[in-house]
Nanobody, 117 residues
Framework: QVQVVESGGGLVQAGGSLRLSCAASVSESIFSITAMGWYRQAPGKQRELVARITSGGSTQYTDSVKGRFTISRDNAKNTVYLQMNSLKSEDTAVYYC?????????WGQGTQVTVSS
């Protein structure tokens, strides 16, 4: 059983910052989390990758957030963070955390990020 729980969303003015957290609870110690990532979905749009990080620390960002967002990970806590700076109105979306374990994907329930201009 895997549970993925996000937190940290909210309302912020353009130019402000937010930090999202995602914790994965894994009941079986034999499981290993290979990658964790953040996706977002704005109204009327498809869900898109924002950033991801592997267990080895390799990172990937979508072009629109490069230089503004930073993904990091605490392997001991099975937690991934997304530091979002210089937020823009187009960053408004529901942000979802995805955890990849042994080839299986697990999603959180999502957290709303709203950036007011």
């Amino acid at each position: 059983q895997v549970q993925v729980v996000e937190s940290g969303g909210g309302l912020v003015q353009a130019g402000g910052s937010l930090r999202l957290s995602c914790a994965a609870s894994v009941s079986e110690s034999i499981f290993s989390i290979t990658a964790m990532g953040w996706y977002r979905q704005a109204p009327g749009k498809q869900r898109e990758l924002v950033a991801r990080i592997t267990s080895g620390g390799s990172t990937q960002y979508t072009d629109s957030v490069k230089g503004r967002f930073t993904i990091s990970r605490d392997n001991a806590k099975n937690t991934v963070y997304l530091q979002m700076n210089s937020l823009k109105s187009e960053d408004t979306a529901v942000y979802y955390c995805k955890v990849l374990i042994n080839g299986y994907q697990y999603w959180g329930q999502g957290t709303q990020v709203t950036v007011s201009s």
